[in-house]
């Protein structure tokens, strides 16, 4: 190992009591250039430690973006044909097939206490309180 001590640059004086400051290492003058190429190594290696971090970071955002983007489009493609054009009639994906919800199809959820009405392909869809009236 290589002597060093702790270089004092000035003293200050908090409730009246001498407190040195230290900045750097002051090291024999023989061991100077090996301390500084060790020095100048360290920093390379944290500046290309750093530039590999915020590198990963990029990516990571750049596939999280195009992740995203394909799940959008998954789902998208998967309910094209869905549309709420009139309450209690829906297009489905299949073709031609329109959401119609019988009388007889009328129930009380037993989970939300509330009444729903359900459509031949298995839709279930909440009864606004003034579609009970009618």
Same mark, same amino acid.
């Given at each position: ?61 750049? %596939?999280?973006? &195009?992740?995203?983007?394909?799940? =959008?489009?998954?789902? !998208?493609? +998967?309910?094209? $044909?869905?549309?709420?054009? @009139? ?7 299949? %073709?031609?097939? &329109?959401?119609?919800?019988?009388? =007889?199809?009328?129930? !009380?959820? +037993?989970?939300? $206490?509330?009444?729903?009405? @359900? ?16």
């Amino acid at each position: 190992g290589i002597d060093a001590a702790h270089a004092v640059v000035g003293f200050e004086f908090p409730r009246c009591r001498a407190v040195p400051m230290t900045s750097g290492v002051v090291v024999c003058q023989e061991h100077a250039e090996t301390l500084r190429l060790a020095w100048e190594e360290y920093n390379n290696n944290q500046a290309k430690k750093q530039e590999e971090k915020r590198l990963k970071r990029i990516y990571d955002n750049w %596939k999280l973006l &195009i992740r995203t983007l394909l799940i =959008k489009e998954k789902i !998208l493609t +998967k309910y094209e $044909g869905m549309s709420e054009d @009139k309450p209690g009639a829906k297009k489905g994906k299949a %073709k031609g097939h &329109i959401h119609k919800f019988p009388k =007889k199809s009328h129930r !009380l959820d +037993k989970i939300t $206490g509330q009444m729903v009405k @359900k459509c031949a392909c298995g839709l279930v869809v909440p009864i606004d309180d003034d579609e009970e009236e009618l």
